[in-house]
Nanobody
Framework: QVQLVESGGGLVQPGGSLRLSCTVS????????MGWYRQAPGKQRELVVA???????NYADSVKGRFTISRDNAKNTLYLQMNSLKPEDAAVYYC???????????WGQGTQVTVSS
């Protein structure tokens, strides 16, 4: 069973940076598309950034220019570099993968990001 494990969350001051990691327990090539989502208290889970068919990426307007998704296939790891963090970025961040053949969704357990002075 493939698993996704997020790490890298924590407390950061406004304007600071964090890099989240999502490590795949099997092969990252099991997933054709991956992405990051977040859920703040009392709100629905929302897209942060997702890879699309054709190798493009789709960023939420609220994070464009501040967040960057990347992969290290050799390490089976997906990253989310978050810069210029704002209090409204605080949430639990989840990694999502869509399996290549079955299109089944896989989610990690989430990592908490807190942005506060």
């Amino acid at each position: 069973q493939v698993q996704l494990v997020e790490s890298g969350g924590g407390l950061v001051q406004p304007g600071g940076s964090l890099r989240l990691s999502c490590t795949v327990s099997g092969s990252i090539f099991s997933f054709g598309r991956m992405g990051w989502y977040r859920q703040a208290p009392g709100k629905q889970r929302e897209l942060v950034v997702a890879e699309t068919n054709g190798g493009r990426t789709n960023y939420a307007d609220s994070v464009k220019g501040r967040f960057t998704i990347s992969r290290d296939n050799a390490k089976n790891t997906l990253y989310l570099q978050m810069n210029s963090l704002k209090p409204e970025d605080a949430a639990v961040y989840y990694c999502r993968g869509v399996a290549v053949f079955s299109n089944d969704e896989y989610w990690g357990q989430g990592t908490q990001v807190t942005v506060s002075s």
